[in-house]
């Protein structure tokens, strides 16, 4: 079993490791207060962006955070905001819409490969988008994976991140993901964390995962070897793991969800701790795990759609359209649905009096 990083190597598993055989238990944190980053989603009407509708959700979004004392920060042009169809002039108006509404606050913008070969790396297509992002700072960029770079061996994508860094200036988030994201995705093993965590751009990462215990992974390795790295959990399937170790988030789920996880973040901690917080920590995770669904292909892509519906029933949005050239969508009624998925989240919120999660 390996205990330093020292005895790591390329082809080290998790599995090898003590870091990835830690308790979730061991790892509480009742004091810790981390940010909550929201993935917003770009709404869509009648084909074309909803920038009301994206201004009016930021401000819910915002409005909730601040209630219970929540360093909010939004993570825009991620997957949530469709970057994987907007064109660079779509991705631009993005950053400047949301300048202009919040002129100093930080945003995180994801950054991904554009026009760039499934086959062939080239850290240049990382450009486009850290151009635009860094051009409206103050922000940060997470790095979002692409088919070339995810297809390196460990030591060549470990070189690949740190050339795309070379033309970043401004925090950094590197992105892992598991097939249930994006199919041919896959986490980092543990010596390529261990050697992303150590540069001095990449502040942090988050990992996307529905099926495996990778965000435990980072959080037991980071903590214990006492890296200046703070991983952001992905995990849409088990929220509550981040908050009871005191560590952010970086979800999607914090949209459709996001006055009861600024509540339960706020009554998890010691001062405001509350029991009830772990009813409410169920009622959201039985919410996004129908948000979160997986098809038939064992994707979750479509969370998208279902996302849109549930700002809808909200009040938030107008429409749940999703984006045009996105065939994430939701089959059947996804609206009867999404009610039905909101029984249980809607009856907790009036409980504990979250005023601003209800169907107008």
């Given at each position: 079993?390996?205990?330093?990083?020292?005895?790591?190597?390329?082809?080290?598993?998790?599995?090898?490791?003590?870091?990835?055989?830690?308790?979730?238990?061991?790892?509480?944190?009742?004091?810790?207060?981390?940010?909550?980053?929201?993935?917003?989603?770009?709404?869509?009407?009648?084909?074309?962006?909803?920038?009301?509708?994206?201004?009016?959700?930021?401000?819910?979004?915002?409005?909730?955070?601040?209630?219970?004392?929540?360093?909010?920060?939004?993570?825009?042009?991620?997957d949530?905001?469709?970057?994987?169809?907007?064109?660079?002039?779509?991705?631009?108006?993005?950053?400047?819409?949301?300048?202009?509404?919040?002129?100093?606050?930080?945003?995180?913008?994801?950054?991904?490969?554009?026009?760039?070969?499934?086959?062939n790396?080239?850290?240049?297509?990382?450009?486009?988008?850290?151009?635009?992002?860094?051009?409206?700072?103050?922000?940060?960029?997470?790095?979002?994976?692409?088919?070339?770079?995810?297809?390196?061996?460990?030591?060549?994508?470990?070189?690949?991140?740190?050339?795309?860094?070379?033309?970043?200036?401004?925090?950094a988030?590197?992105?892992?993901?598991?097939?249930?994201?994006?199919?041919?995705?896959?986490?980092?093993?543990?010596?390529?964390?261990?050697?992303?965590?150590?540069?001095?751009?990449?502040?942090?990462?988050?990992?996307?995962?529905?099926?495996?215990?990778?965000?435990?992974?980072?959080?037991?390795?980071?903590?214990?070897?006492?890296?200046?790295?703070?991983?952001?959990?992905?995990?849409?399937?088990?929220?509550?793991?981040?908050?009871?170790?005191?560590?952010?988030?970086?979800?999607?789920?914090?949209?459709?969800?996001?006055?009861?996880?600024?509540?339960?973040?706020?009554?998890?901690?010691?001062?405001?701790?509350?029991?009830?917080?772990?009813?409410?920590?169920?009622?959201?995770?039985?919410?996004?795990?129908?948000?979160?669904r997986?098809?038939?292909?064992g994707?979750?892509?479509?969370?998208?759609?279902?996302?849109?519906v549930?700002?809808?029933l909200?009040?938030?949005?107008?429409?749940?359209?999703?984006?045009?050239n996105?065939?994430?969508?939701?089959?059947?009624?996804?609206?009867?649905?999404?009610?039905?998925?909101l029984?249980?989240?809607?009856?907790?919120?009036?409980?504990?009096?979250?005023?601003?999660?209800?169907?107008?």
């Amino acid at each position: 079993m390996i205990h330093t990083a020292d005895e790591l190597k390329p082809s080290t598993l998790w599995g090898d490791t003590i870091w990835g055989n830690a308790r979730e238990e061991d790892l509480t944190d009742i004091d810790a207060n981390p940010r909550l980053c929201v993935a917003a989603l770009l709404p869509f009407r009648d084909g074309h962006p909803d920038w009301k509708g994206f201004e009016k959700s930021l401000h819910w979004m915002h409005d909730c955070a601040t209630a219970y004392e929540v360093d909010i920060r939004f993570v825009l042009n991620a997957d949530t905001g469709y970057v994987f169809n907007l064109s660079i002039e779509l991705y631009a108006e993005v950053l400047k819409r949301f300048r202009a509404i919040f002129p100093e606050s930080t945003f995180i913008a994801g950054c991904t490969a554009v026009d760039a070969s499934p086959k062939n790396f080239d850290a240049d297509c990382y450009r486009p988008h850290l151009d635009a992002a860094q051009a409206q700072g103050p922000c940060e960029v997470m790095l979002m994976t692409s088919q070339a770079l995810n297809a390196l061996g460990p030591e060549q994508r470990r070189d690949a991140y740190y050339s795309i860094a070379e033309h970043i200036t401004v925090p950094a988030l590197v992105h892992a993901l598991e097939p249930a994201f994006v199919p041919w995705a896959t986490p980092f093993e543990p010596w390529l964390l261990y050697q992303l965590a150590r540069h001095p751009k990449f502040t942090g990462g988050k990992i996307s995962t529905l099926d495996e215990p990778h965000f435990l992974h980072w959080a037991a390795m980071t903590k214990d070897l006492n890296l200046d790295f703070s991983p952001h959990s992905g995990d849409d399937f088990g929220i509550a793991s981040a908050i009871k170790m005191g560590l952010p988030l970086l979800i999607g789920a914090g949209v459709s969800a996001c006055p009861l996880i600024c509540a339960a973040k706020k009554l998890w901690t010691r001062q405001h701790f509350d029991a009830r917080v772990y009813k409410l920590f169920e009622a959201f995770q039985s919410l996004e795990d129908a948000v979160f669904r997986l098809d038939g292909n064992g994707s979750a892509a479509a969370y998208k759609h279902s996302t849109a519906v549930i700002l809808q029933l909200l009040g938030v949005i107008d429409s749940d359209e999703i984006h045009p050239n996105c065939t994430d969508l939701r089959f059947g009624d996804e609206k009867a649905r999404m009610k039905e998925a909101l029984i249980r989240p809607l009856r907790i919120a009036k409980r504990l009096g979250i005023s601003n999660y209800q169907i107008p």
